[in-house]
């Protein structure tokens, strides 16, 4: 699980870098507020059932 959300965040990371980049704070902004619900929300649903996919 934690790989998964160390990748989640790794790819939210670069797109937070190119937009803050490009000048687009607010794009920014946003990226890392779902980034911070999407990663919650994964973490939530595997401590409901911490059983591995397959």
């Given at each position: ?48 059932d ?5």
């Amino acid at each position: 699980m934690y790989e998964k959300l160390y990748h989640m965040l790794f790819n939210v990371y670069t797109d937070c870098i190119d937009a803050l980049e490009e000048g687009e704070f607010e794009r920014a902004h946003m990226i890392l507020i779902k980034a911070q619900r999407d990663c919650e929300e994964a973490y939530v649903s595997w401590e409901e059932d911490p059983a591995p996919s397959p």
